[in-house]
């Protein structure tokens, strides 16, 4: 069994620095987004984000963001973000992000 490895405190920085990226793109949008997952039990237990997570999620409703994907998905890519997933379907909407070693989920 393998141990995972829990991130340095340079990797938190950074996912920090995405964090701050991407929330910057949705308040721009006029996205109101929350935090979800391990990236909110993080903030909540551990004030920080947690060392053995390896993505962060954000949730949204998504008639709050389904009319500005095209100029989310753009933003993205100018800011240095690279796409990996979209799924656009009102039931299924999620994006995929990756910048700095970690996962953006929206």
Known sequence: MSKLLDLSEIDLEDR?????NLSNVLSDLKIPFMLS???????????????WDWNAELSF?????FEKSDLLLEALKHIG??????????????ITAY???????L
């Open 99 to 105: 910048k700095f070693n970690t996962k953006y989920t």
């Open 37 to 51: 997952d391990g990236v909110l039990l993080g903030a909540i237990r551990e004030g920080n984000f947690i060392k």
């Open 61 to 65: 409703k998504v008639e709050d963001i």
């Open 16 to 20: 920090n620095r995405g964090f701050l």
């Open 81 to 94: 973000f690279n796409i990996l997933h979209v799924n656009l379907e009102w039931q299924n909407y999620k």
